[in-house]
C-alpha cells in the first residue's frame, strides 16, 4: 500500500501548454510538501501546507499553483509551462520535525 | 538560517571496500539531520536519522552516521560496500520544534561501487 502517491510518472508535453500533477499520501500527515529536483539532481523545495494551509512558499513562479482540498493531497498546477520547468517534481509528506516520505517522482518534460 | 554541505559530488569505491559520504551542516537551532538514498530514476529512501538522541545512528543497509556538533559533522559511513549501494545520497537539515519546519538538501553525492 503506497504511502505517498503521485500521478502521473512521466509527463510530456508541449511549451505553453497547461498541466497538473496530484499527490496523495495515506500515512495521515499533517504536512506536505513539492520538491523539484533538477538535471543536476539539486532538490529544492517549492511549497509546504499544513492542514491545508500554506507555510512556505519558496519564490515560485506564479505560474505554480499548490491546491490542497484536504490534508491527503496536494496537487500542483502548472499554468503556461516553459522549456526550463523541465525537471522531476517529489511529493512528500511529513508529521513534524519526523523524516519526510517521498512519493515516486513525476519527471515532467516540456518541449 | 540553516544549510548542508556534501563535501564530495563524486566517490568512487571497489566492492568490500569502506565507504565515507561527508557532510557538513549550518543551523541557527538544534537540528536535524537525515540521509536519504536515490536509486536511478526511482524516489528518495529514508537511511538513518538524527533528532538529538544518540549521536551515532544506524540506518539500514549497513549504514551508520555519526552526529558531531563540536564539528557540525554528519558523515556517512558503512564497513564494506556492495554494488546495490550504487545511488545518489543526500544529507538533509531541518530546524528541530515548530510546524514550519522544512528539509534543506545537501546537493548530493554519486557513489560509485566497482567490481
Known amino acids: 500500500d503506497t504511502a505517498v502517491s503521485q500521478t502521473p510518472k512521466y509527463l510530456v508535453t508541449q511549451m505553453g501548454n497547461d498541466k497538473s500533477i496530484k499527490c496523495e499520501q495515506n500515512?495521515?500527515?499533517?504536512?506536505m510538501y513539492w520538491y523539484k529536483q533538477d538535471s543536476k539532481k539539486f532538490l529544492k523545495i517549492m511549497f509546504s501546507?499544513?492542514?491545508?494551509?500554506?507555510?512556505i512558499n519558496e519564490t515560485v513562479p506564479n505560474r505554480f499553483s499548490p491546491k490542497s482540498p484536504d490534508k491527503a493531497h496536494l496537487n500542483l498546477h502548472i499554468n503556461s509551462l516553459e522549456l526550463g520547468d523541465s525537471a522531476v517534481y517529489f511529493c512528500?509528506?511529513?508529521?513534524?520535525?519526523?523524516?519526510?516520505?517521498f512519493g515516486q517522482g513525476t519527471r515532467l518534460t516540456v518541449v | 538560517a540553516q544549510s548542508v554541505t556534501q563535501l564530495d559530488s563524486h566517490v568512487s569505491v571497489s566492492e568490500g571496500t569502506p565507504v565515507l559520504l561527508r557532510c557538513n551542516y549550518s543551523?541557527?537551532?538544534?537540528?536535524?539531520l537525515f540521509w536519504y538514498v536515490q536509486h536511478p530514476n526511482k524516489g528518495l529512501q529514508l537511511l538513518l536519522k538524527?533528532?538529538?538522541?544518540?549521536?551515532l545512528v544506524k540506518g539500514i543497509n549497513g549504514f551508520e552516521a555519526e552526529f558531531k556538533k563540536s564539528e557540525t559533522s554528519f558523515h556517512l559511513t558503512k564497513p564494506s560496500a556492495h554494488m546495490s549501494d550504487a545511488a545518489e545520497y543526500f544529507c538533509?537539515?531541518?530546524?528541530?520544534?515548530?510546524?514550519?519546519?522544512?528539509?534543506?538538501f545537501g546537493k548530493g553525492t554519486l557513489l560509485t561501487v566497482n567490481p
Open positions: 512528500a509528506s511529513a508529521q513534524g520535525v519526523t523524516e519526510a516520505f
Open positions: 500515512l495521515g500527515h499533517d504536512t
Open positions: 501546507y499544513n492542514n491545508k494551509e500554506l507555510i
Open positions: 543551523s541557527s537551532y538544534s537540528p536535524s
Open positions: 538524527y533528532t538529538s538522541a544518540a549521536t
Open positions: 538533509v537539515v531541518s530546524l528541530s520544534g515548530g510546524s514550519n519546519y522544512k528539509l534543506t
